[in-house]
């Protein structure tokens, strides 16, 4: 599962440069630090397709870390998760794009640590006018846990990374 993940980030490059501008990757590090009891941090990638000049869709996965800090015992549990998010690119000027979206995402109940879906809304500014440009996020995500081992949560996000072709 880690070497298809791995196999599926390497290949965003690839796919940014040999497409036309129809075809956007962007590859992110998000999470937070502002909670005590559960804080998750996730490296992603995602490939989409711009459908017109300002509205996209996007496939994601997702390698996760939960730090969870419960009745004084520190434990993490890791997870792959899959999702889509769809966006709306709603400024474009000279500093470069800013867009709004909202996705949602599953580990498909596959032999996971923690089993959960999410669903989530952020805002992503992606710098300047080149090929590959640094971009920043953030959002809020809800965290809804499939039994009763943990509760769902709900957080705020800021994200980091590299976009191609958007």
């Known amino acids: 599962m880690k070497s298809l993940l791995l196999s ?31 804080r998750p941090y996730e490296f992603a990638g995602s490939v989409g397709y711009n459908i017109t000049d300002r509205f996209f869709v996007n496939v994601r996965g997702e390698s996760t870390v939960a730090l969870f800090k419960i009745n004084g015992l520190k434990d993490y549990y ?16 000279d500093l470069g794009n800013f867009d709004v979206r909202i996705g949602l995402g599953d580990n498909l109940r596959c032999k996971q640590d923690w089993k959960y879906n999410y669903y989530d809304a952020g805002v992503y500014m992606h710098l300047g006018k080149a090929k590959i440009k640094p971009d920043f996020g953030f959002g809020i995500r809800r965290y809804h846990s499939k039994g009763s081992m943990f509760k769902s949560y709900t957080r705020v996000f800021v994200a980091i990374g590299l976009s191609f072709g958007t």
């Open 8 to 38: 599926f980030l390497l290949a965003i490059p690839t796919l940014a440069f040999s497409q036309k501008e129809d075809v956007r990757a962007e590859i992110h590090f998000q999470g937070n630090a502002f909670y005590h009891e559960f």
């Open 78 to 93: 890791t997870n792959v998760m899959y999702g889509a998010n769809v966006g709306y690119t709603f400024l474009k000027n």
